[in-house]
Structure formats: structure tokens, C-alpha cells
């Protein structure tokens, strides 16, 4: 086995249920397209807004969990796929691929940076600080590691003060929304092993529901573009996060799961296609 697809179903930073609805129909749709039956890790519970301490008290048994089993496939050269709820789950597994794979760049795409930290947090929020923590920039306890120079922010338009400072200082590099970026995001990837991270909402909104709506984001056609361009590298991995459910109906979260991974499609087939000895 070169690739297996695990469902995060547990709750991380949530304050609604429509995440925890919406990830297993996502885990259907890429178990289908990738012909794998879905390592289920964490249950779903009721969402109750809280800050990001108690959030991540409550998350981290199963966050732990993930980094474990993250641990495993990417030890035995296994290229993990992940549908996941909320991007707070990139605590537990940007600092397991950083440290098996140092050599890769973390490509972010997402409506926001997530670089704040405990102290510039203006929400509280887990999933904010989802990015600072595997950088190293607070304890998250676990792990860190991510470098600076192997982050690459893809469709951020939500930046707050204290992460337009770090972009300013070019701690890390932003890939912006228009009609080049594909072609700039190949520059910034300079051929370098990838792995991919994706929150919903960095399309533009109304095209598959999200928690945020962000306007002037990516157009499917734009994202199709950037899978095209990161799958001519190395793809160590693939998680997928921040699909909500808009309604209860099984058939409407279904066609929206197939629009993303319709869109990333030459990343899967990039992933179906890798030699197990890299």
C-alpha cells in the first residue's frame, strides 16, 4: 500500500457541527475516487464555542491520535490523504511531515493566514493559530518543526496585524489570489516536494459552504490550475478541511465534495501515480 485516506471525525476548535457533518461524505467521495476505505480517527461531539485553551483540551486526545497514525504512514513511506473538519487538525500533522519530510514545502491554501498566537489572537480561536504552531511560534504540545522557508501561503486575503508583519518581514511567502498564480506558484515551489493543505474557503464564496465567506477567492478553475502545477512535484501528502454540510441532505454535501476533488484532480492522480521508494 503507497497512499491510505484517513477521516478526522473528532471535533477540533469547532463551534458549529456542520464540519463534523460534512468531512465523512468528503472521506466517501476521495475513498471512492481513490478506491480506499477511510481509517476513521476521533468521533464527532456537540460543538461548544470556547477558546482556544479549552479547545485544544478537548481536541487533544484525538490530534494526538492523528500525529500518531501520521507518524506510521509517512515511517513506512505511505503518502497520507486526509478529509478532515477543521484546519486545527494541521497541529498534529505539520509537525509530523516536517519532521519526516524536512526537505518538503507546506502549501497553504487558505482564505486565512492562521498565524496568529496566544498573544495575538483577537478571537481566541484554535483553528487561528493552526499554522503558527507547527512553525514554532507557540507550544502547541505537538511538536513544531515546520521551517519558514518551506511555507507557502496560497489565496490568504483575511490577515491580521500581527501576520501582515510576518509577511512583511517575509517569514513566509503569499501566493495571491489573480490570473497568474498558478504560474507564481510555480516559482515559489522551485520543483521542491509538496504537501498540500486545503481549507474550503479558500474558493470564492457560494461555491461550496464554508464557515467563512472571504470575498475575491479562488475560482474552481484557479484551483484546478495550482493542483496541475503542484502535482508536477513530489506530493507527500494531501488534507482537505473546512467543507460544511449547508443542509441535511446527503446528495447537496456530496456534489460539493466532488467539486473539490474534481479540482484536484491531477494531485490525485500525482499521488495514485508515485514511486513507493521516494
Request: hydrophobic share 45%; net charge negative.
Given at each position: ?209 464554508t464557515d467563512y465567506s472571504i470575498a475575491n477567492g479562488m475560482t474552481l478553475a484557479q484551483l484546478q490550475a495550482c493542483a496541475q502545477v ?49
Open positions: 500500500m503507497t497512499t491510505t485516506l484517513t477521516h478526522f471525525a473528532g471535533r477540533a476548535g469547532d463551534h458549529n457541527d456542520r464540519a463534523m457533518a460534512a468531512s465523512p461524505v468528503l472521506a466517501a467521495v476521495l475513498g471512492e475516487r481513490l478506491g480506499l476505505q477511510p481509517i476513521v480517527i476521533g468521533e464527532p461531539s456537540p460543538s461548544s464555542p470556547m477558546d482556544w485553551v479549552a479547545e485544544l483540551a478537548e481536541a487533544g486526545p484525538a490530534l494526538q491520535s492523528m500525529a500518531l497514525h501520521y507518524d506510521a504512514q509517512l515511517g513506512n513511506r505511505v503518502t497520507p490523504v486526509a478529509a478532515i473538519s477543521r484546519c486545527a487538525v494541521a497541529l498534529a500533522t505539520l509537525p509530523v511531515v516536517a519532521r519526516h519530510r524536512p526537505d518538503a514545502v507546506v502549501v497553504w491554501l487558505d482564505a486565512h493566514a492562521d498565524l496568529n498566537t496566544p498573544d495575538s489572537t483577537e478571537t481566541g480561536y484554535l483553528g487561528g493559530l493552526a499554522l503558527s504552531g507547527p512553525l514554532g511560534l507557540w507550544a502547541s504540545g505537538l511538536g513544531e518543526g515546520l521551517s519558514d522557508n518551506n511555507t507557502i501561503l496560497v489565496g490568504v486575503r483575511d490577515i491580521d496585524p500581527f501576520e501582515l508583519q510576518l509577511l512583511e518581514e517575509g517569514r513566509v511567502e503569499l501566493v495571491r489570489v489573480g490570473p497568474g498564480m498558478a504560474e507564481e506558484l510555480r516559482r515559489a515551489v522551485a520543483g521542491r516536494p509538496v504537501y498540500v493543505h486545503i481549507d474550503c474557503d479558500v474558493l470564492d464564496p457560494g461555491i461550496v459552504p503542484l502535482a508536477q512535484s513530489e506530493v507527500v501528502g494531501l488534507e482537505i478541511g473546512e467543507l460544511e454540510s449547508s443542509v441535511l441532505n446527503q446528495s447537496s454535501s456530496r456534489q460539493d465534495a466532488q467539486l473539490i476533488t474534481g479540482a484536484l484532480e491531477a494531485l490525485i492522480q500525482s499521488i495514485e501515480h508515485k514511486d513507493p521508494r521516494t
